[in-house]
């Protein structure tokens, strides 16, 4: 089996199942959506992650509000299989020892893609190097660097050592994987004897190279002091680094996967225009980000499916006949939906809430950009908003980064908005956001609410997930939302677009937009024109669940990127 792999899927985070914590957040679970589909579709992919043996972390609010990280534990043997080969790759000079863990993803009709999780915790190695695969994102710059050279350079050993050899595609989820550029640049000169690199070698990586980029956010693209880089990777990587991946004197684990790559994507098309001018590049490919239809929509909506749309696992397009199915039928899947999501609420928060309240759900990572705090910024104007169009209730959750001293406090800001605004509108803060979570929240909320601020977010697919459980969303142009909107179609949007050049000044309207759709628009289709509400609905599943998933996303991988 491994000798008809094609193609190596490398993610620093991978999100299998809600039992297996090795993720953080949208990344992760767009890598476990895209394995999931390429099991689906008979694509031939294996797929390298680590291990993260201690895993993110296990999120708890305390009654200051504040979030306070606890470790996470998980049984690596009664997840994955071990397997025997050993394998190494040599960091600062020393010899690190690797193995790696197997999960298979099986697909709809039972076709197999591998997920290799690395691993350095093995007794050969010192305390340092055994540690290196404990933690998703933590630790200093040395720690990470010598994490990413694990994933690149010992992921391509790991694919030789399991006899992986017919690989002729490298697809880097995000820069975390771009080491493994250098891996195949040492292979193609030891071919030939040599130590150092030539533009020839340099060119015959490239030819088997694909690079997505995530996220315009600056911050998000890993660099490392030169001094660093040479200390972790050793002198002979210099050579091309000068050259090729070095940016003011840094090395850049985005220029090198840019530089080194065949076909470079986005992940919207507004997120490819800005990616364009942030690296100045003409060449810089879209391909929309999706979702797993099959691991999304709620279990009420599966089953409403299966009987009016036979076909819409295999065949996710054919969802738009969702505007065929008897909207009684669609409004009782759906309050199935948030039934469960109100009982976990009811029963985890003690949030009280009740199910013909509407609902407006919000979740994702605390990361500023996202301004989970916008609707807050006028406390009174919500306060009036209820007396005036009807009553709703707000459910949260997201992670901050530990080291995310704003992020903490955007949670902090929610949770005493929730005491200030008792008892007119209850809010809940969720703790300890993760896949169960995001499918809970998104198949149970009435609106799915997203405020980043333009052209910030990348693509965004939580919006996705509502979708396909005919949850509309109502979010600031940016992202997959400037491809998925229609105004009082699949939802409802927040200002104006502000094209790819957004300022800050620009979000000031964007509190004032929001409140005015709520109580001019939403609240009463939901309150007063129930049917029109339920034909939103119908629209998100029918025109947005039908194409913004893995199934349609995959597709154009395998089009441009794979087998182009
Ligand atoms: C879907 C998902 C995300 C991505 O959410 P966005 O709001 O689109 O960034 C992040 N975390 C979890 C746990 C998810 O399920």
């Known amino acids: ?45 294996v797929a390298i992650t680590l291990l993260h043996r201690k895993g993110y972390f296990t999120q708890r609010i305390d009654a200051q509000g504040w979030q306070q990280e606890e470790p996470v534990t998980w049984s690596v043997k009664s997840c994955l299989e071990g397997l025997p080969e050993s394998f190494s790759v040599v960091i600062e000079g020393r010899t690190v020892f690797l193995r790696a863990w197997k999960y298979d993803v099986t697909g709809c009709d039972g076709f197999v893609v591998p997920v290799l999780f690395l691993d350095s915790d093995v007794p050969e190695n010192n305390d340092w190097d055994r540690a290196l695969t404990h933690y998703l994102y933590g630790g200093d710059a040395r720690y990470r660097l010598c994490q990413e050279a694990i994933l690149g350079m010992g992921g391509v050993k790991a694919l030789r050592a399991l006899g992986f050899r017919e ?6 989820n995000e820069g975390h994987a771009s080491l493994l550029t250098l891996a195949l640049l040492e292979e193609q000169a030891q071919r030939e004897g040599r130590e150092y690199f030539t533009s020839n070698d340099i060119e015959q990586v490239r030819q088997q190279c694909v690079f997505t980029t995530h996220t315009p956010v600056p911050a998000g693209h890993d660099q490392f002091g030169m001094d660093l880089a040479i200390q972790v990777l050793g002198r002979r990587d210099m050579i091309a680094t000068q050259e090729l991946f070095g940016a003011n004197g840094q090395l850049n684990l985005t220029m090198l996967a840019l530089n080194l790559s065949r076909y470079v994507n986005g992940v919207a098309k507004r997120h490819s225009e800005v990616s364009k001018a942030m690296f100045a590049l003409e060449e810089v490919d879209a391909i929309t980000n999706g979702v797993h239809a099959g691991t999304w929509v709620s279990e009420p909506f599966q089953a409403l499916f299966d009987a009016h749309i036979p076909s819409w696992r295999e065949d996710n397009f054919s969802l738009r006949h969702a505007l065929k199915i008897p909207s009684r039928d669609i409004w009782e899947a759906h309050l199935s939906a948030k039934r469960k999501l109100l009982d976990y609420v009811n029963q985890h928060a003690m949030a009280g809430m009740s199910l013909d309240v509407f609902t407006i759900g919000f979740a994702r990572r605390a990361a500023l950009y996202k301004r989970a705090d916008l609707l807050f910024h006028d406390v009174e104007r919500l306060k009036r908003i209820v007396s005036s169009a009807g009553p709703f209730q707000l459910i949260y959750a997201g992670k901050a980064h530990p080291h995310d001293q704003a992020g903490k406090e955007l949670i902090q800001r929610i949770i005493k908005a929730k005491e200030a605004l008792k008892p007119s509108i209850k809010i809940a803060y969720l703790e300890n956001y993760d896949m169960h979570l995001g499918k809970l929240i998104t198949a149970g909320a009435d609106v799915w609410l ?9 693509s965004g697919t939580s919006g996705m997930k509502a979708a396909l459980n005919g949850v509309p969303s109502l979010s600031t142009l940016d992202g997959w939302w400037v491809e998925g909107h229609l ?19 620009q979000s000031a309207n964007d ?31 029918a025109l947005n669940g039908s194409f913004f998933n893995t199934q349609r996303m995959v597709q154009e991988y395998v089009l441009k990127g794979y087998f182009h």
């Open 487 to 505: 105004e009082g179609v699949t939802g409802w949007a927040i200002g104006a677009d502000y094209g790819h050049a957004a300022t800050q000044e």
């Open 511 to 541: 509190a004032a937009s929001l409140y005015d759709k709520l109580e001019q628009v939403i609240l009463p289709l939901f309150y007063r024109n129930h049917d029109g509400y339920i034909n939103v609905m119908q629209h998100a599943i």
């Open 1 to 45: 089996m491994p000798a008809e792999r094609r193609i190596a899927y490398f993610s620093m985070e991978i999100a299998i199942e809600p039992s297996i914590p090795t993720y953080s957040g949208g990344l992760g679970v767009l890598a476990g959506d895209t394995i999931r589909t390429a099991a689906d579709l008979h694509v031939p992919m």
């Open 167 to 172: 690989i002729n595609r490298f697809h880097m």
């Open 450 to 458: 997203n405020t980043p601020q333009p052209p910030l977010e990348a």
